[in-house]
């Protein structure tokens, strides 16, 4: 085999040069701390770094989605206790005023601080986040909610509920609609509701209305109608007559597996009505509770009819309590779902984070060994390269 001078420094300078990159690759590694500077250097590394990369990134956006769905939440929660607090509220003042030694100034109070709990009910409905969105507007943004016109309140929002992603796999609903916290209310007990004939002319009120055999009641609507002072006849809905009975002033009267206890003394023709207790919303109970307060009553027709209609709101009040506190209840729940999909993040992180790490991180102690065996290779390349380079023919002719 022939070798010639050329080819022998040729050989030499290629060995030089790739102990240099060598070096200049080792060199980027240390300054770096990333032994995956190429693709081309570890390809099936380099791809499942891209992968946990990615995989990082979508876990940043959850942890952002969940700080918003977490904030939006627990001033939902504050809402719901306020609201629930303006309804004790209430509920104080209505038993005050069914007061019969009340004074007509001591009723004027009473009605302008629920006045002003009905507004404080509305700013509460009206809440935002904050950052310019409305916690109970639904899946609409840029409106108002709730808005007052001639004594009603209308909503502008819609039904729709957001999910938000919080990690893989895991969506948690975003506040509730204003339309299922403040409209969507059961009124009466929540399964039934009685309510007093506005016709009525005797002094009979409707204290309370129960539910106390469910097997005989099916929700069908019902008439409790007196016959004279002492005595009544239970009206299906149709007007036919189930059943008959005699009255004294406190009795509960039994009419198809609903109880009504009844107290003052009823005049012929009075009714009391039984149905399903119906949706209404919390600003209609607040209205309705206002408007009996400030009515003026002097006969006594008048004041079992307030009195009625007071009884009537202590029942609803207490029916959107209990739906507010239902609320506060699954509100808690998605709290303790975010809080636990903030685990279950943190966990994968530091997975994906030691394994990214195994895959690109340099191990220095190991890399500043090899760099000092790449530099001792190129010495020892160098000084090879030296004497080849003293190599000639001409030596050995002298």
Known sequence: MRISTAQLHAQGLAGMLGRQQEIARTQQELITGNKLTRAAQDPAGAASAQRIDHA???LEQFERNSGLVEHRLRLQEGALGDAGDTLTRARELALQGNNASLSDGDRTMLVAELKALQAQMLGVANRDDGNGRQLFAGSRDGVTPFALSGGNVS????????????????AVADTDSGSEVFLRVRAGTGEVRGAADPANTGRAVLQATSVTDSAQWNGAALRLEFTGPDTYDVLDAGGAVLSNGTFENGDSIDVGGVTLRITGEPAAGDGFDVQRAPNQDVFTTLQRLTDAMSAPATTDAERARRDNIISESLADISSAQDHLLRLRADTGARLSAVDAAADTREAGEVSMS??????????????????TLQLTALEAAQSTMMRVQGLSLFDRLR
């Open 56 to 58: 990082l990134a979508s």
């Open 155 to 170: 909503y502008a929002g819609d039904d729709g509920q957001n999910q938000v992603d919080i990690a893989p796999g895991l």
């Open 354 to 371: 030691d394994t990214l790490s195994s895959l690109r991180d340099v191990d220095f102690a190991e890399a500043a060994s090899k760099l």
